[in-house]
């Protein structure tokens, strides 16, 4: 079975940096498309990053302006998002999501795997 676990959300003042991180099993981050997305309560799931087979990256540049890296560690076999000047509007619930297939545009429903989630929350 494919697994996806996020670890490294907390609560931090703004300002502050967060590295998240998706452990993964049962598939092989360097061979699948991985992304980041996160949740507010009473909102809509946003895209924040992808990086795909090849490498290839994209961030929802609205929302990151520059601010967060996704990278991925093969030999880990993990996918991490590096946080920094984080922003009050940034709490939300992360998810790492994994697809074996292929994206098309990289909407949240070619994700055919998700993990739980992991809060960060951050005070003003």
């Known amino acids: 079975q494919v697994h996806l676990v996020e670890s490294g959300g907390g609560l931090v003042q703004a300002g502050g940096s967060l590295r998240l991180s998706c452990a993964a099993s049962?598939?092989?981050?360097?061979?699948?498309?991985m992304g980041w997305f996160r949740q507010a309560p009473g909102k809509e799931r946003e895209f924040v990053a992808k990086i795909i087979r090849s490498g290839d990256i994209v961030y929802n540049a609205a929302s990151v302006k520059g601010r967060f890296t996704i990278s991925r560690d093969n030999a880990k076999n993990t996918v991490y998002l590096q946080m920094n000047s984080l922003k009050p509007e940034d709490s939300a619930v992360y998810y790492c999501a994994a697809t074996k297939g292929y994206l098309e545009v990289g909407l949240p429903r070619e994700f055919d795997y998700w993990g739980q989630g992991t809060q960060v929350t951050v005070s003003s």
């Open positions: 049962g598939l092989s981050v360097s061979g699948s498309a």
